[in-house]
């Protein structure tokens, strides 16, 4: 007899459990291809442990999403007035439908990544195209159909796509509050299972501790909830996962480990520079400096590929895109010149913006790079039931979560060749470039 049921091992999650349906996906072309796709594209040349593989952490997505479903969909952690909003809670068909399509689609909601994953998306994708569009094609593929239409009941593959990617990716098809809440169990902005999972899974292998909560806790704690001052009436306010107030510490740790990841590995200043010499090879090989976007072809290009052409263009000068392959094989990447500072941007606001303009002027354009990451507010708020079984903003609960600063990233690099002239010559020049201009009288 056929066995039904299969176990991983996993060194976050111990044991992850498939049934052949999901193995069937695992053996897919587009599940394979992520064994192939790092988690942390260049990271591992900073942090030599950060080796693994979307393969992994799509697994983990799957084994958490269905972990927090369980959770929230138990019946005795469900209030009359959620049952009454959500109704595929109370049938069992509805739910066990929804808790495979949930499972099928954390798994798949990785598989449209390019090689070295986030490193060069914005500028080697076309216009229009990002890693969620790919996934939602390949999704939709008569690959992955087959595989939809084998199980009983067969899936939709629309349902799918929408768990994937949430109501903020996928602009193409209506949600409704069920699905809306499916949705964030994955890719949630609070604790969806992608970021738990890259979180404990990134921390573990860089050997960074700051990624590290109590996501047990944490889980059995989370809630499908109502906001605060919800009206039956207003149909615009809609559920969300939210935690009791017991699991409100272990909320905070999340939030707190995700800002500590993002400022000590992601935003790491060598791991970006990485990335834009990668970004800067790639637009020099690729043809016609782009992805493909047709599916057979974006299938063929993993890591892999790109690793062993880096090889080869660093040691043959007439290979396209041989000084920035140089750069990285030989880890001769730029250096560090110059990050926003407090100071220098309450002397005058439009500072950095300033000091790359002279920058450019005086060292010229092949000589440094810029990284920036725009300010986003590492403050979310949520739903926390209270013990008197009231709902409240977590902003209201949590004086911590007040305070979690904004993630942002201002970078100047410079080529190795002039970096100590361009630090000296920056230090002299700095407060005379981001002085203040005087305006003219009216």
């Known amino acids: 007899m056929a066995k039904q049921f299969h176990e991983i091992r996993d060194p976050i999650h111990v044991f992850i459990r498939l049934d052949s349906h999901e193995r069937k996906v695992l053996d897919s072309r587009p599940f394979q291809r992520l064994r192939y796709i790092h988690q942390l594209a260049l990271t591992y040349l900073v942090y030599p442990g950060a080796t693994h593989r979307r393969f992994e952490h799509s697994l983990g997505v799957m084994d958490l999403a269905s972990r927090v479903f369980d959770i929230v969909t138990n019946p005795n952690n469900v209030t009359d007035k959620v049952k009454e909003i959500l109704p595929q809670i109370n049938n069992e068909v509805d739910r066990m439908y929804w808790r495979r399509v949930l499972r099928m689609a954390a798994l798949c909601h990785d598989i449209g990544h390019l090689p070295f994953s986030h490193a060069a998306e914005k500028e080697l994708f076309p216009e229009g195209w990002d890693h969620e569009r790919m996934t939602k094609e390949l999704i939709l593929s008569d690959e992955m159909k087959k595989i939809w239409n084998e199980v009983t009941p067969p899936l939709r593959p629309d349902d799918i796509v929408k768990l994937a990617l949430g109501q903020k990716k996928e602009k193409d098809l209506t949600y409704n509050d069920w699905e809306n809440i499916l949705s964030e169990i994955i890719v949630g902005d609070s604790f969806g299972a992608d970021r738990i999972d890259y979180l404990l899974r990134d921390s573990y ?50 939030l707190l480990a995700r800002y500590f990841m993002f400022t000590q590995v992601y935003f790491h200043r060598v791991r970006r520079i990485y990335d834009i010499h990668l970004r800067d090879f790639l637009a020099d090989w690729l043809e016609g400096g782009q992805y493909p976007t047709d599916p057979e072809a974006f299938l063929q290009q993993t890591d892999n590929e790109i690793a062993s052409a ?133």
């Open 205 to 254: 292998h860089t050997g960074v501790a700051y990624g590290r909560f109590d996501h047990h806790r944490l889980i059995d704690t989370l809630r499908i909830l109502t906001p605060p001052l919800y009206d039956k009436e207003d149909s615009s306010i809609e559920p969300s996962l939210g935690v009791e107030k017991g699991g409100i510490q272990s909320a905070e740790a999340l």
């Open 310 to 442: 880096l090889r080869v263009a660093s040691a043959d000068k007439e290979s396209p895109g041989h000084i920035h392959a140089k750069r990285i094989i030989n880890r001769e990447h730029f250096k560090w010149l110059y990050s926003r500072t407090p100071r220098d941007m309450q002397i005058n606001s439009e500072a950095l913006d300033l000091i790359k303009k002279v920058v450019i002027k005086e060292f010229g354009n092949e000589k440094v790079r810029f990284d920036n990451y725009p300010q986003k507010s590492g403050i979310i708020d949520f739903p926390v039931l209270l013990s008197d079984q009231t709902v409240e903003s977590s902003l209201q609960v949590s004086e911590t979560l007040n305070h979690i600063p904004a993630i942002a990233v201002d970078y100047i690099f410079a080529d190795r060749d002039i970096i100590d002239h361009a630090k000296k010559w920056l230090e002299k020049h700095k407060d005379e470039i981001i002085k203040p201009q005087e305006k003219e009288g009216l």
